[in-house]
């Protein structure tokens, strides 16, 4: 028999086997759902954002608790107890257990008390919680516990610190042993994963915390895009266990759109998608990666003494994490070796080994050409997204809270550097918007009404606003006819600093204004602009001065 030991400290710390009774006791592995998911032993379900993570590990709860099969495929052993605890959100909870039932022709309340719902988690530094959690799991003999988000349950400090994570989930995963439940913590899988783009994602990306905990893990991933709107999904899913069993599935899921949402799930065996065995690439994917790779040796070949990574994203046209790829390829190849770049030398960047690039005016136009197809390919999709905000903001002319708006259009941090950049050109403006009783930041069309245009009458728009803009610089500077600084003339002619440096380049270069020498009112020299020789206020395209335009 296995011996407990002695001594009050140690009382309920463990039990232990001598060699000769480990060799005769009975340890069978029990499996909840065989091939994918043993009991007693932790599990994360882990993803990066927006990959379904709490979907799945609904869709697995509901099928351990009804004995079915998870994702249409996993057959569960037996149904078995499941206890879902979650951060709140109990409404969206129950419309996705209901699609989820209904994709397998049953309803929610068929599964009795099977499946266990709780909008509380527990706080894993405070022992009463811990208490009462493992008498609640006991009382209800619950045989597996999911808590989502598991960071939700952790100090803020310890999701990424394996010690503090790994002594916290530790004494979470006695309490479930001891009540005979098996843990499954649901997380975040987001790390390095710009190096993985649609790639399967492995244990590696799952935040340290939990990676250094889990003896069986589930790691979902992207295989493509998600397309906004479409309800479409296409994932990797990753199995493994130190118990040994494991895979690699494809997964598509489709949702529909917001009138008719549903849950429809097909699974296939990874190796059977891409036709190839683990390790091996299909061939859109070497095509892929050849034509990545010609067009960042055309890239370097017109920069002989190198350039950093920016400048060749920007003149390359590969998408930035199929860059960083290929670069690294190469490197490793030795086609292309890192060197210094920049005026002063101190950053890093690569360039062609002197023997490679291309060599002919032929393959030169082919390096071009591709060039030249993956701009447009990233163009497309931007200026979609583009249309999209400008649409939402023409709805509501006195301004979108920038939170609502993010939710709204359900911005990606892509699609969100896409909304700055409209911000930097002067088509959308920051304003403070009225919620409620709260006043908060938000976004407006600079100019109401333009929003959601076409591109040819979006210019027309901003050329008029420029035209305005430069009348009022002349304006301003023929109530100074000396000249003036630039930092004085913006106000002057109520415009913000950097607006003014572009109306006056233009200027410059029209021969409207010239620079001059300007004595401070501390006696210093500093360049300044007046009105060259025959200037005067400008009129824009149709006649108007700026008092008529605003």
Same mark, same amino acid.
């Given at each position: 028999?296995?011996?407990?030991?002695?001594?009050?400290?140690?009382?309920?710390?463990?039990?232990?086997?001598?060699?000769?009774?480990?060799?005769?006791?009975?340890?069978?592995?029990?499996?909840?759902?065989?091939?994918?998911?043993?009991?007693?032993?932790?599990?994360?379900?882990?993803?990066?954002?927006?990959?379904?993570?709490?979907?799945?590990?609904?869709?697995?709860?509901?099928?351990?608790?009804?004995?079915?099969?998870?994702?249409?495929?996993?057959?569960?052993?037996?149904?078995?107890?499941?206890?879902?605890?979650?951060?709140?959100?109990?409404?969206?909870?129950?419309?996705?257990?209901?699609?989820?039932?209904?994709?397998?022709?049953?309803?929610?309340?068929?599964?009795?008390?099977?499946?266990?719902?709780?909008?509380?988690?527990?706080?894993?530094?405070?022992?009463?919680?811990?208490?009462?959690?493992?008498?609640?799991?006991?009382?209800?003999?619950?045989?597996?516990?999911?808590? *989502?988000?598991?960071? #939700?349950?952790?100090?803020? &400090?310890?999701? !990424?610190?394996?010690?503090?994570? %790994? /002594?916290?989930? +530790? =004494?979470?995963?006695?309490?479930?042993?001891?009540?005979?439940?098996?843990?499954?913590?649901?997380?975040?899988?987001?790390?390095?994963?710009?190096?993985?783009?649609?790639?399967?994602?492995?244990?590696?990306?799952?935040?340290?915390?939990?990676?250094?905990?889990?003896?069986?893990?589930?790691?979902?991933?992207?295989?493509?895009?998600?397309?906004?709107?479409?309800?479409?999904?296409?994932?990797?899913?990753?199995?493994?266990?130190?118990?040994?069993?494991?895979?690699?599935?494809?997964?598509?899921?489709?949702?529909? *759109?917001?009138?008719? #949402?549903?849950?429809?799930? &097909?699974?296939? !065996?990874?190796?059977?998608?891409? %036709? /190839?065995?683990? +390790? =091996?690439?299909?061939?859109?994917?070497?095509?892929?990666?050849?034509?990545?790779?010609?067009?960042?040796?055309?890239?370097?070949?017109?920069?002989?003494?190198?350039?950093?990574?920016?400048?060749?994203?920007?003149?390359?046209?590969?998408?930035?994490?199929?860059?960083?790829?290929?670069?690294?390829?190469?490197?490793?190849?030795?086609?292309?070796?890192?060197?210094?770049?920049?005026?002063?030398?101190?950053?890093?960047?690569?360039?062609?080994?002197?023997?490679?690039?291309?060599?002919?005016?032929?393959?030169?136009?082919?390096?071009?050409?591709?060039?030249?197809?993956?701009?447009?390919?990233?163009?497309?999709?931007?200026?979609? /997204?583009?249309?999209?905000?400008?649409?939402?903001?023409?709805?509501?002319?006195?301004?979108?809270?920038?939170?609502?708006?993010?939710?709204?259009?359900?911005?990606?941090?892509?699609?969100?550097?896409?909304?700055?950049?409209?911000?930097?050109?002067?088509?959308?403006?920051?304003?403070?918007?009225?919620?409620?009783?709260?006043?908060?930041?938000?976004?407006?069309?600079?100019?109401?009404?333009?929003?959601?245009?076409?591109?040819?009458?979006?210019?027309?728009?901003?050329?008029?606003?420029?035209?305005?803009?430069?009348?009022?610089?002349?304006?301003?500077?023929?109530?100074?006819?000396?000249?003036?600084?630039?930092?004085?003339?913006?106000?002057?002619?109520?415009?913000?600093?950097?607006?003014?440096?572009?109306?006056?380049?233009?200027?410059?270069?029209?021969?409207?204004?010239?620079?001059?020498?300007?004595?401070?009112?501390?006696?210093?020299?500093?360049?300044?602009?007046?009105?060259?020789?025959?200037?005067?206020?400008?009129?824009?395209?149709?006649?108007?001065?700026?008092?008529?335009?605003?």
């Amino acid at each position: 028999m296995p011996r407990k030991q002695s001594g009050p400290a140690a009382a309920d710390a463990f039990n232990f086997f001598t060699a000769g009774q480990l060799d005769k006791a009975v340890l069978d592995l029990r499996y909840l759902i065989p091939g994918l998911l043993a009991a007693g032993e932790p599990t994360i379900l882990a993803g990066p954002g927006k990959s379904l993570r709490t979907s799945l590990a609904l869709d697995l709860a509901s099928s351990l608790a009804g004995g079915g099969k998870f994702l249409g495929h996993f057959q569960a052993a037996e149904p078995a107890r499941v206890a879902y605890l979650c951060d709140g959100g109990l409404a969206d909870v129950q419309e996705r257990l209901r699609r989820i039932a209904g994709a397998r022709d049953t309803t929610l309340d068929q599964l009795s008390d099977g499946l266990l719902v709780a909008d509380w988690l527990p706080q894993l530094d405070n022992a009463q919680h811990l208490l009462s959690l493992g008498t609640w799991l006991s009382d209800r003999a619950v045989k597996l516990l999911v808590l *989502d988000p598991a960071a #939700r349950c952790l100090p803020a &400090a310890a999701v !990424d610190n394996v010690f503090t994570a %790994g /002594r916290l989930l +530790g =004494e979470l995963a006695a309490v479930c042993r001891r009540a005979g439940a098996t843990l499954l913590l649901v997380g975040d899988a987001s790390r390095n994963i710009e190096e993985r783009l649609h790639a399967p994602l492995e244990l590696a990306n799952v935040a340290a915390g939990f990676r250094g905990f889990a003896r069986q893990w589930l790691v979902l991933g992207r295989r493509e895009e998600y397309e906004p709107n479409s309800g479409k999904h296409k994932l990797w899913l990753r199995v493994g266990a130190s118990a040994g069993h494991g895979g690699l599935w494809a997964v598509n899921v489709r949702e529909g *759109d917001a009138g008719n #949402r549903r849950w429809m799930v &097909a699974i296939r !065996d990874g190796a059977e998608l891409t %036709g /190839r065995q683990p +390790g =091996e690439e299909d061939a859109k994917t070497l095509r892929r990666r050849r034509a990545d790779a010609k067009a960042i040796l055309a890239a370097l070949a017109a920069t002989p003494d190198g350039t950093n990574v920016s400048a060749l994203w920007q003149r390359s046209g590969v998408q930035y994490a199929r860059m960083v790829e290929a670069v690294k390829s190469l490197c490793a190849s030795g086609r292309v070796e890192r060197c210094a770049s920049g005026k002063d030398g101190t950053l890093l960047g690569v360039r062609l080994r002197k023997t490679e690039g291309p060599q002919t005016a032929g393959e030169l136009a082919e390096v071009e050409a591709t060039i030249a197809r993956n701009k447009a390919q990233q163009e497309a999709p931007r200026q979609a /997204r583009r249309a999209m905000i400008l649409t939402a903001l023409a709805d509501m002319p006195e301004g979108a809270d920038a939170t609502a708006l993010i939710e709204k259009l359900k911005l990606t941090s892509v699609a969100r550097k896409d909304l700055e950049k409209l911000v930097a050109e002067g088509i959308v403006v920051r304003c403070q918007v009225a919620v409620g009783n709260q006043v908060r930041p938000g976004f407006r069309l600079a100019i109401i009404g333009s929003g959601g245009l076409p591109d040819a009458a979006a210019k027309r728009v901003l050329e008029r606003q420029h035209a305005a803009n430069r009348a009022r610089v002349m304006e301003a500077l023929a109530q100074v006819p000396a000249g003036e600084v630039k930092s004085n003339l913006a106000p002057r002619a109520g415009l913000s600093l950097p607006k003014t440096s572009v109306v006056l380049q233009d200027l410059l270069r029209a021969g409207q204004v010239e620079q001059c020498q300007i004595v401070t009112s501390q006696g210093h020299t500093a360049k300044g602009y007046k009105l060259a020789q025959g200037g005067g206020q400008e009129a824009d395209g149709n006649g108007q001065t700026a008092q008529d335009v605003t």
